[in-house]
T-cell receptor, first 114, second 109 residues
Framework: ETGVTQTPRHLVMGMTNKKSLKCEQHLGHNAMYWYKQSAKKPLELMFVYNFKEQTENNSVPSRFSPECPNSSHLFLHLHTLQPEDSALYLC?????????????FGSGTRLTVV | GQNIDQPTEMTATEGAIVQINCTYQTSGFNGLFWYQQHAGEAPTFLSYNVLDGLEEKGRFSSFLSRSKGYSYLLLKELQMKDSASYLCAVLDSNYQLIWGAGTKLIIKP
């Protein structure tokens, strides 16, 4: 347990489904992140929230929709995904955004799109 | 463009020493991180270097040379539990983390 909890751990969904990934942290951190991790590729930053406000959206397709209702919770809503979206989705948090703070990661959601 | 290079995979023997290298080309530099990630688990923080030199933390040490755009992670007295992926990441001038693809370390008895 790292302090960042992600659910579900595994998800299989069809291309027409709608699902949501959840991330929760009670570390008192103010910044939260969504990353995509594909095999043998660098971590890809998707979204950043700082004090509940979205500060980064790295050209992510609109089929991924983030939501941050408060500084402890982060969601990633998924709809009409493609098979190439299959990957490990990691949530992370840090004390502040934009400084040299280490990130605390969740264990991720392994997503398979069929 | 920004780039982080590290070997894809390395193999070492239990009890030995292994050095994992990372070279980087980024827009500015505000520090370099090493993370460890066991299969199916969260990446966990190992070290942060912003000044040149060697930082030692138990069996793990991390070295940085900013002039050469180079870092390494040194693991001593290897244990089977050290089998994992090791991720190098650089904080650029915009305080964005640029990640390498990770080095998978396999420890053999």
């Amino acid at each position: 347990e790292t302090g960042v909890t992600q659910t579900p751990r595994h998800l299989v969904m069809g291309m027409t489904n709608k699902k949501s990934l959840k991330c929760e942290q009670h570390l008192g951190h103010n910044a939260m992140y969504w990353y995509k991790q594909s095999a043998k590729k660098p971590l890809e930053l998707m979204f950043v929230y700082n004090f509940k406000e979205q500060t980064e959206n790295n050209s992510v397709p609109s089929r991924f929709s983030p939501e941050c209702p408060n500084s402890s919770h982060l969601f990633l809503h998924l709809h009409t995904l493609q098979p190439e979206d299959s990957a490990l989705y990691l949530c992370a948090s840090s004390q502040e955004y934009g400084e040299n703070y280490g990130y605390t990661f969740g264990s991720g959601t392994r997503l398979t799109v069929v | 463009g920004q780039n982080i290079d590290q070997p894809t995979e390395m193999t070492a023997t239990e009890g030995a020493i292994v050095q994992i290298n990372c070279t980087y080309q980024t827009s500015g530099f505000n520090g370099l991180f090493w993370y460890q990630q066991h299969a199916g688990e969260a990446p966990t923080f190992l070290s942060y270097n912003v000044l040149d030199g060697l930082e030692e933390k138990g069996r793990f040490s991390s070295f940085l040379s900013r002039s050469k755009g180079y870092s390494y992670l040194l693991l001593k007295e290897l244990q089977m539990k050290d089998s994992a992926s090791y991720l190098c990441a650089v904080l650029d001038s915009n305080y964005q983390l640029i990640w390498g693809a990770g080095t998978k370390l396999i420890i053999k008895p």
